[in-house]
């Protein structure tokens, strides 16, 4: 009898609660996933480090993040991530509320992440199918 692979596990990078709750039930009711939570810089980057996650699901505003004493938002966390050798190959997706025209092509240049998402996610199962695209194969 083959044991059924663990789910995989997604890092929520959130400091909005009603966000919060929102993507971890549709990633873990829709999409079978783990989802673990924090807004802390310093262990966002130790959790990846640790490899103990398959995909960072990035808020790019990040208004209470800190990192060695210093304002840190999700574009700067995601340039962190992507420039350790050890967390560069983990997929980052950004996700915002202030999509503007452009800002897609500038947030995905300017922080390396793997993809963006607006806020607020409408499409649960494009948002699903989005993710799902993004996690590396069992």
């Given amino acids: 009898m083959s044991e059924l692979p663990s789910p995989q596990t997604v890092l929520l990078v959130e400091d909005d609660p009603t966000n919060v709750r929102v993507f971890s039930k ?7 996933l783990n989802v673990r939570h924090t807004e802390n810089a310093e262990e966002v980057l130790a959790i990846a480090q640790a490899q103990e996650v398959d995909l960072v ?3 790019v505003s990040l208004s209470h993040s800190m990192y060695q004493g210093k304002s840190v938002d999700g574009i700067r966390l995601t340039q962190m991530l992507k420039e350790n050798p050890d967390t560069a190959k983990l997929p980052v997706v950004l ?23 607006s806020k607020p996610v409408i499409d649960h199962e494009a948002f699903v199918k989005q993710i799902q695209s993004l996690l590396p194969p069992l």
Avoid at 26 to 32: E, F, N, P, T, V
Avoid at 102 to 113: C, I, P, Q, T, V
């Fill in 95 to 117: 996700v915002t509320a202030h999509a503007m025209d452009g800002d897609r092509e500038n947030f995905l240049k300017k922080s390396g992440a793997d993809d963006y998402i």
């Fill in 57 to 59: 699901l990035m808020d």
């Fill in 26 to 32: 549709i990633l873990s009711k829709r999409a079978g």
